[in-house]
C-alpha cells in the first residue's frame, strides 16, 4: 500500500549503512514505528523481530506477516466444510450484497450515507467480511494467527479500491478508476524465518523500556501529519468498535492515537526520551531533513546517548525536490543515523530486569502465573517438575494459588482447587479465553479508569469499583496496578492491597506471561474448584493420578497464615487433617507430594519431622531462599523440600 513514509525504497539503503557495524551474531530486530511492516518483513529473513506500531491495522499486518511462520490449516472451518475461506468469504459477500443488508461499513463510507470513500457494493463487501471474520473468531472457527492473517488480507485489500489520493484524509468528489475495481482479496506474502518474531500495538516510547534487540530500527513520523487522521478509515475496520463518526471526512476520534513525533512542541521531548530508553547495541534512525526536529540537533541529541560519542549520518537525496531549488540547502534528503547505544550485549544485560532473550525470542521453559502469588513456586520449577511422575491422568493441585505448578505439569486432566474464590472465577475466566481478546479488553479498563503508575485515585476508584462489583477480569487489572502485584482481601473478601505507586502497571512483562499462561491454560483440560482441602473427593483417584499440596506453612509466616485477610488461619489442626489425607492417599497407592519448609529461622516443624519419619515418606531438599517482602528470610534461611510418597527417581511408591 501507498503509506506515507514508508520505507519501501530504501531497504537496501539502510541494509548497506547498518551492515558494516554489525558483527554477525546479532539475533534480534526492534522495528518501533512499524507501518506497513517492510523494514521487518525485509529484515526478518535474518532476525527475530519484534514489530511495533501504534495503529492497529500496522498491528494486525504484523500478526499475519511478521509473526507467522506456520502454514495455516483452517481445520476449525474445515469441519464446518470450508476449505478455503477467502473463496468463501468472495461468494458469501456478494450473495450478501444481493440481499440488501445496509452495514456500518456501508452507512459510513459509502454513497448509502453521503460518503465516497467505498462504492455501495464495496462498502457491503466489507461489511460482511468483517463481520463474519469476527463470527469465526468468536465461534473458534478460527485460530488467533488465521484471524489476524485473514483480517490482514482484507485490510491490505482496501487501499487498492479506496476513492482517495494516498491518505483517507478526505474521499474524491468523483469517482476514481480504480475505486470501481471490485475489493478483491489476495495472499498475503508471509516470509517464514522459523524464529520467534512479535507484534506489539502500544506506544513505542513505553515498549523500549521493556524489551532488548541487538539492532533497534526507528522511524517515526517526522512531520506534522499524523498518521491516525491519515490511516483513520483502514485503522476503524481493523478496530471494528463502530464507533460514531464526526464531520465531512467521518472520522472517529483518534485523539489517544495522536502521535507526539508530529507535535512541534513535543517531538524533540518525546525522541530524546525514546533515544535514552532504548535498549540495544545498534541503533538506526531515519528521518528528514525537512523534518520538525532539525538536523543538526539530532545529531547533539543522539551524541549525548552514544557510548562513544559518534553518529554516522547518511543524507540520501530525495526523488522529488521542492519547486524551485535554489541551493543546496534546498534540497530536500533522506537522514539515516546510526549509533552504538551501549557497547555490548552483555552490558545490556546486566543494566536491564527483562532478559528479551528469554522474554521475547525463546519459548520460556515454564509457563509463569499471571498473579504474583504468595509463595509461588515458579522459581522452583526447574528443580519441582523433574521429582514427579509422567503420564499422570489427573493431576489434583490442592492448594493451587497462582496455579504455577499445575499448569507446568503435562496431564490429561487438571484439578485446580483453592479456598479463594476470586482465584478460582479469574483463572476460570481465562480458560478457552483468546489472549488478545483479553489483553484488549484489559486495556480498554486501563483506559477508561485511567489506571497509570501514578494515578492513585484512579487506582482507588477502580478498587471500590471492583469491590462493590467483583469480576474477574478487574481483578486482574487491579493485581496489576497493585503493591507488589499481590492478591490481598479483607476478611469481607474486600480486595484491599495498596497501589504500587511508581512500580506497578500492566506492563510487557505481565502481557506476555498473561499470554503465555492463556495460550497453555487453553489446551489443558482443566476444572477449577473452590473447596477447604478436606472436603476434595480423593476417594475417586487412583494409582495413576498426583495430587499436589502446596498449603500455608505451618512455621513460616506468610500473608495467608494469620488466619486474617480472606485467608483460614493454618495450625496445627489443620496441618494434622493434611497428613491424614496424605496417609489415605498413600493407601490407595496415589501419588502425592508436598512443598513444605522443615526449618524456618530458628523453628522446626516438629509435627512434618515426625510425621515423615513415622512414615519412611521421602525429602528431596531444594535450593531456594525466599526473598518474597512477607517472608523475610534472607538472613536465616530455611530448609525447603518437596517430601513425596514415591522415589523421586524410580517413582515407586515407598512404602
Ligand atoms: C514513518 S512511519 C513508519 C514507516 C515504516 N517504517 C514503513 O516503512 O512502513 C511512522 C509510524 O510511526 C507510528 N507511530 C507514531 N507515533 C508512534 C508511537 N508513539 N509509538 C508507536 N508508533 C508510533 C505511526 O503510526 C506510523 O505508522
Redesign the pocket.
Known amino acids: 500500500m501507498r503509506?506515507?513514509?514508508?520505507?519501501?525504497l530504501l531497504l537496501d539503503e539502510i541494509d548497506n549503512f547498518l551492515s558494516p557495524h554489525l558483527s554477525g551474531e546479532e539475533k534480534t530486530f526492534l522495528?518501533?514505528?512499524?507501518?506497513?511492516?517492510?523494514?521487518s518483513a525485509f529484515f526478518k529473513k535474518r532476525y527475530s523481530i519484534i514489530s511495533?506500531?501504534?495503529?492497529y491495522f500496522?498491528f494486525v499486518n504484523a500478526k499475519a506477516i511478521i509473526e507467522g511462520n506456520d502454514e495455516l490449516r483452517y481445520d476449525g472451518l474445515l469441519k464446518k466444510g470450508i476449505s478455503d475461506p477467502v473463496s468463501f468469504l468472495e461468494n458469501e459477500s456478494l450473495k450478501y450484497i444481493e440481499e440488501n443488508h445496509v452495514g456500518y461499513y456501508e452507512e459510513s463510507y459509502s454513497p448509502t450515507g453521503g460518503v465516497m470513500y467505498f462504492t455501495v457494493e464495496n462498502a457491503k463487501k466489507i461489511d460482511y467480511m468483517r463481520e463474519q471474520l469476527e463470527v469465526w473468531k468468536d465461534e473458534f472457527d478460527i485460530s488467533s494467527e488465521e484471524y489476524h492473517y485473514l483480517l490482514a488480507t482484507l485490510l491490505s485489500a482496501i487501499p487498492y479500491v479506496s476513492n482517495i489520493t494516498g491518505t483517507y484524509g478526505a474521499f474524491l468528489k468523483h469517482w476514481d478508476k480504480r475505486a470501481l475495481n471490485p475489493l478483491v482479496l489476495r495472499p498475503l506474502t508471509v516470509e517464514k524465518n522459523f524464529k520467534s518474531n512479535k507484534a506489539y500495538n502500544i506506544?513505542?516510547?513505553e515498549l523500549v523500556k521493556e524489551v532488548i534487540a541487538d539492532i533497534t530500527y526507528i522511524?517515526?513520523?517526522y512531520n506534522s501529519r499524523q498518521?491516525?487522521s491519515n490511516y483513520h478509515v483502514l485503522e476503524n475496520i481493523a478496530r471494528h468498535t463502530k464507533p460514531p463518526l464526526k464531520g465531512k471526512t467521518k472520522i472517529f476520534d483518534w485523539k489517544e492515537l495522536r502521535?507526539?513525533?508530529s507535535v512541534k512542541k513535543n517531538a524533540y521531548e518525546t525522541m530524546k526520551d525514546l533515544i535514552k530508553n532504548v535498549q540495544s547495541e545498534h541503533v538506526v534512525i531515519s528521518y528528514s531533513s525537512d523534518g520538525i526536529i532539525e538536523e543538526d540537533k539530532f545529531v547533539e541529541l543522539i551524541k549525548g546517548y552514544s557510548y562513544d560519542k559518534e553518529v554516522k549520518v547518511k543524507k540520501i537525496k530525495y526523488r522529488k525536490y521542492k519547486s524551485k531549488v535554489k541551493s543546496e540547502s534546498d534540497e530536500l534528503y533522506e537522514l539515516l543515523f546510526y549509533f552504538k547505544k551501549s557497547e555490548t550485549k552483555t552490558t545490556l544485560k546486566t543494566q536491564k530486569t527483562i532478559n528479551t532473550k528469554e522474554t521475547w525470542n525463546l519459548a520460556p521453559k515454564f509457563v509463569k502465573s499471571p498473579l504474583n502469588y504468595i509463595g509461588g513456586k515458579y522459581k522452583l520449577l526447574n528443580q519441582l517438575v523433574p521429582l514427579f511422575p509422567n503420564n499422570i491422568k489427573t493431576f489434583v493441585d490442592v492448594f493451587s494459588g497462582g496455579c504455577n505448578v499445575g499448569i507446568n505439569i503435562p496431564a490429561k486432566n487438571h484439578i485446580f482447587n483453592d479456598m479463594n474464590v476470586r482465584l478460582n472465577e479469574l483463572f476460570e475466566f481465562l480458560h478457552y479465553k483468546n489472549p488478545d481478546d483479553v489483553i484488549a479488553l484489559i486495556e480498554n479498563r486501563i483506559n477508561e479508569f485511567q489506571l497509570t503508575k501514578t494515578n492513585c485515585d484512579g487506582f482507588l476508584r477502580f478498587r471500590d469499583t471492583y469491590n462493590e462489583n467483583p469480576n474477574p477480569l478487574d481483578l486482574y487489572v487491579l493485581v496489576s496496578f497493585s503493591y507488589n502485584y499481590q492478591i490481598r482481601f479483607n476478611n469481607n473478601m474486600k480486595f484491599n492491597n495498596p497501589f504500587g505507586r511508581d512500580r506497578s502497571h500492566f506492563s510487557m512483562n505481565m502481557k506476555q506471561n498473561l499470554y503465555n499462561f492463556m495460550t497453555k491454560l487453553n489446551c489443558l483440560n482443566a476444572n477449577f474448584s473452590t473447596s477447604f482441602f478436606e472436603n476434595l473427593n480423593y476417594f475417586e483417584l487412583s494409582e495413576n493420578d498426583f495430587v499436589y499440596f502446596d498449603p500455608p506453612y505451618l512455621i513460616t509466616i506468610g500473608n495467608y497464615n494469620d488466619g486474617n485477610r480472606g485467608f483460614r488461619n493454618w495450625d496445627e489442626v489443620e496441618e494434622k487433617k493434611l497428613y491424614k489425607i496424605m496417609d489415605i492417599l498413600t493407601e490407595q497407592g496415589v501419588r502425592w507430594a508436598l512443598s513444605n519448609v522443615l526449618t524456618h529461622k530458628e523453628k522446626e516443624n516438629k509435627l512434618l519431622v515426625d510425621f515423615v519419619n513415622a512414615n519412611g515418606y521421602n525429602i528431596t531438599d531444594l535450593d531456594y531462599n525466599y526473598n518474597n517482602s512477607s517472608y523475610n528470610s534472607k538472613k536465616k534461611g530455611s530448609r525447603e523440600v518437596l517430601i513425596t510418597n514415591y522415589c523421586t527417581k524410580t517413582f515407586e511408591l515407598t512404602s
Open positions: 503509506y506515507i513514509g514508508s520505507k519501501n522495528d518501533l514505528f512499524a507501518g506497513t511492516n517492510v523494514v511495533n506500531d501504534i495503529l500496522s506506544d513505542s516510547n522511524d517515526t513520523p498518521y491516525a502521535s507526539d513525533y
